[in-house]
């Protein structure tokens, strides 16, 4: 069978399953153990047996785990009561603060839980009540939580970073900290946008009223100590990537220890919560898990057999320069974010477009930074953005779909803008890993 034939019908019958309603772990593994099949008998077996063992047989990947049983730990602890309010004290008192306020909050829960549904959980359970109280315009208040929960893929301890890491074999300290410039750099997009849309629409995000401006200097700095434990933990875990002192699967057991270290602080290391922590992360481990088996057997099938080469010298052979190749391969990822999930994405493209981008002169780091870029518009991506569904999970009553809808768009725009940034001036992403300690 020509590599052509084949790419059509793996991904025709791929998008048949995935209409069809069956899961992606089970469409992506069946297509490849199929195709498998019919080319090459049960000796296909042995090479994606090969391969799966080849994946997972790195000692990267005990990051994740730890990962997110550090942001699960956290989410439990209570520590972000206080960080909110440390927070809110200095910018409730002008227009649009509050919101403000939360995409900061995002940015830092984001720097400690390393996954998006903990972030927009957390900050919609304690921020929009309060935004929507404050007769904040909804749309912007739905808006910030979910666009500033989704940093998470960019800002480390982001898991996605590993999952990419260990599947092209790129530096996963490297990609951690490359992350934290565009992470910030959207960040300040966001709270950029919100401020000036409220100094020209005060009705849409009105300051704090008088009786809750009436702390003193003094006691707004002792309500900064909110800010001490969460500092602490970040340092500890993405500074010891950067200093060299520890790998990403150490750093992950540092962040872990420091979790549960924040949550004995409070006084919330308890069963009660760890129960849920322990059963959350093994519930999110196995799904990622599944996800990965499946897309390795579809990726183990469709390489073997030419496919990639296929789509490799395909994209080359466009007429459209280097920059106008990388372009589509943006275009087909925010596509393809539309409907599926982020990891899926990960594992059954980054193999495929890695080689062309290296074969095309790019920076292998820089584009897995480009990638996750993508991997956060999904988030955001109507019909089916998972921040969206996080949030109506925690959202009240009122709170529609077609709500959530509108209120991404123009955060869906700063993404892109900040992407197109990033694509100009790659030392955005590069600068960062450039001074890491070897």
Not at 165 to 182: F, Q, R
């Amino acid at each position: 069978m020509s590599p052509e034939t084949l790419t059509v019908l793996m991904f025709g019958s791929f998008v048949l399953f995935l209409v069809l309603g069956v899961p992606l772990a089970w469409t992506t593994s069946s297509v490849g153990l199929i195709f498998g099949f019919l080319l090459y008998g049960t000796n296909s077996l042995n090479v994606i047996l090969f391969r799966i063992w080849e994946t997972l047989n790195s000692f990267s990947l005990i990051a994740i785990p730890l990962f997110v049983f550090m942001g699960n730990m956290l989410q439990y602890s209570g520590i972000s009561e206080g960080l909110f309010k440390a927070i809110y004290v200095w910018l409730g008192p002008i227009r649009g603060g509050l919101a403000a306020a939360t995409i900061i909050l995002c940015t830092i829960l984001a720097a400690m839980l390393g996954t998006v549904g903990a972030d927009v959980t957390i900050t919609g359970l304690m921020a929009l009540p309060f935004m929507l109280q404050r007769k904040y315009d909804k749309f912007l208040a739905l808006g910030s939580i979910t666009a500033g929960g989704a940093l998470g893929v960019l800002i480390p301890p982001s898991i996605m970073f590993v999952v990419y890491g260990v599947t092209v074999g790129e530096s996963i300290g490297k990609l951690l900290i490359g992350g934290v410039g565009p992470g910030l750099l959207l960040s300040g997009l966001y709270i950029l946008y919100i401020l000036t849309k409220c100094y020209f629409r005060p009705e849409a995000g009105p300051a704090a009223p008088p009786e809750e401006r009436s702390l003193t200097f003094v006691q707004k700095l002792v309500l900064l100590k909110g800010l001490i434990l969460p500092i602490l933990l970040i340092l500890g875990v993405i500074g010891s990537i950067f200093g060299g002192v520890a790998t990403p699967g150490e750093a992950a057991g540092v962040g872990a220890l420091g979790a549960m270290v924040c949550a004995a602080l409070r006084g919330q290391l308890v069963w009660k919560n760890l129960k849920p922590a322990i059963y959350g992360t093994m519930k999110t481990i196995g799904v990622i898990m599944w996800i990965v088996f499946g897309a390795v057997t579809f990726i183990a099938t469709f390489n073997l057999s030419g496919g990639g080469d296929f789509v490799k010298e395909t994209l080359i052979a466009l007429p459209l320069g280097r920059w106008g190749v990388m372009i589509v391969i943006q275009l087909i990822l925010i596509f393809l974010g539309m409907f599926l999930d982020v990891i899926g994405i990960t594992v059954l493209c980054a193999p495929i477009f890695v080689p062309v981008v290296k074969a095309l002169g790019f920076n292998p780091l820089w584009f897995g930074v480009i990638f996750n870029i993508n991997l956060q518009i999904a988030y955001l991506s109507p019909p089916f953005g998972y921040s969206m569904f996080y949030l109506k999970a925690v959202a009240p009553p009122d709170i529609t779909m077609t709500d959530l809808y509108r209120s991404v768009w123009p955060f869906i725009c700063l993404q892109v803008v900040g992407m197109g940034l990033c694509m100009i001036f790659p030392e955005i992403v590069l600068w960062l890993p450039n001074l890491m300690i070897k």
